[in-house]
């Protein structure tokens, strides 16, 4: 065994780890350390058995868990938080946002903004982001900086914009930011068609094709608005679930955003074909796209993930918020106050959003041979008071507030609440800078 000498070991109150049982829900545990040897856990399990090493991190009234995964966000739309309040999904994409992102997205945009979103989400202990957006390279070097890891999607729409003017450019790009990012530590890239709205079965056909020479995860929005649905039947005659399906892109490396108007039958078809779902609940109440079938997607077996879509549509990147808004949309949905239990939801939030970026084998859990992607959670506050049930707490009674350390590959990059890769009055000026071109 090779020397142990610059390994940490950390002993927080409360541990938090997957159910042994292998059920999509995750246990607290006490009496726990943690061992950490550079970039990776090396040991988790009980304090009394743990190797010898020099430096202790004592958490004696703190949880510690997984880093957050949030498993779909368009990062640099943070410099459009609140621009376009109370509009439909239709009218809020085709006259605030489009134009907007027209007229200004370039290389700069997408560094200062993702570089703004990466602080937002570090502090509030997400430390993993499933990133769709333009200038994926821009977004990678402001992760990078950050401290943060990143799955970057990368973007295929049937429509020119500045980025690129058409399907081959997009899918050029594509290949190049994948050659790119290969080296970059914590970078993966995957393949991002907008939608099947906006993505031709032409255009999907290729997507296919490089997914799989190149065994790339896909990425996509799917039947977030119910127009989608009724569209999609009066164009192809079919949903666009069933669409994938006839297009061969039902994968396990298939990860769809919202599926909100997700019918029983589409259900069926995406958990035979082993794929994903992003839930973002904050996202689709704000522009009303609807209520996720979440219940029935879970019982079917499907892999879940939490996500917070873009700050424009949020407006926040709050995974505290998402966990407490699909536990409280799943019992008024369903008219039962025991579904989705908060076991399970930091099950989504956590190695549910690592499965979905195809990343598990790295993230998402406390387990020896994973990379430190960890969050030190405060929980011992008189707001927090009494407390019978940390699960429950950390869903219904924790905020972004109570995370105090943030590690990421072992890496400190948030201690005491304050980030020790980037500077919050640059990022203040930048914010400010931005807004006085956008609005
Ligand atoms: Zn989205």
Not at 80 to 94: E, F, Q, V, Y
Not at 137 to 153: H, N, P, Q
């Amino acid at each position: 065994m090779r020397s142990m000498s610059n390994a940490k070991r950390y002993t927080p109150r409360w541990c938090i780890v997957p159910a042994e049982d292998g059920s999509a829900r995750v246990i607290a545990k006490t009496e726990m350390a943690v061992v950490v040897d550079g970039t990776n856990i090396v040991y988790v399990g009980a304090l009394a058995d743990a190797p010898h090493v020099d430096v202790h991190i004592d958490l004696p009234m703190h949880v510690l868990m997984p880093g957050l995964v949030n498993a779909h966000v368009h990062s640099a739309m943070v410099l459009l938080r609140g621009i376009a309040d109370d509009a439909p999904l239709d009218s809020w994409l085709t006259q605030a946002i489009w134009p907007r992102e027209a007229a200004h997205v370039n290389p700069a945009f997408v560094y200062d903004g993702t570089l703004l979103a990466a602080h937002e989400m570090l502090c509030g202990g997400i430390t993993c982001a499933g990133e769709a957006y333009f200038y994926l390279e821009s977004a990678a070097t402001a992760f990078s900086k950050a401290g943060m890891r990143a799955m970057l999607a990368a973007p295929v729409i049937d429509f020119p914009t500045r980025y690129a003017a058409n399907t081959d450019e997009y899918l050029q790009k594509a290949l190049a930011a994948h050659d790119a990012l290969r080296e970059v530590p914590r970078m993966r890239v995957s393949l991002g068609p907008h939608a099947p709205y906006t993505v031709s079965d032409e255009s999907f056909a290729k997507i296919r094709m490089y997914a799989d020479e190149l065994g790339l995860p896909v990425q996509m929005h799917l039947q977030e608005t119910a127009r989608e649905v009724t569209d999609s039947k009066a164009q192809y005659g079919v949903t666009p679930t069933q669409r994938l399906a006839a297009l061969g892109l039902l994968t396990p490396a298939l990860t769809v955003a919202h599926g909100v108007h997700l019918s029983s039958a589409d259900i069926a078809l995406l958990a035979q074909a082993g794929a994903s779902v992003v839930h973002c609940p904050t996202s689709n109440m704000k522009l009303a796209s609807g209520i996720a079938p979440m219940a029935e997607i879970c019982a079917a077996g499907i892999n879940v993930a939490l996500g917070t879509d873009g700050a424009a549509s949020n407006n926040r990147l709050d995974m505290w918020q998402e966990m407490r808004h699909a536990g409280l949309l799943a019992k008024v949905a369903t008219g039962n106050a025991a579904a989705l239990p908060a076991a399970q939801i930091l099950h989504m939030a956590t190695l549910g959003g690592a499965r979905a970026l195809g990343w598990d084998d790295e993230i998402g859990s406390l387990a020896a041979g994973k990379a430190a992607d960890m969050i030190a959670v405060r929980i011992d506050s008189p707001d927090q008071l009494p407390m019978y049930d940390v699960l429950s707490h950390l869903v219904y009674v924790c905020d972004r507030s109570h995370v105090t350390d943030v590690w990421v590959a072992g890496a400190h990059v948030v201690a005491d609440q304050k980030s020790l890769t980037l500077n919050a009055d640059l990022l203040r000026q930048s914010a400010l800078a931005w807004q006085g071109i956008l609005q």
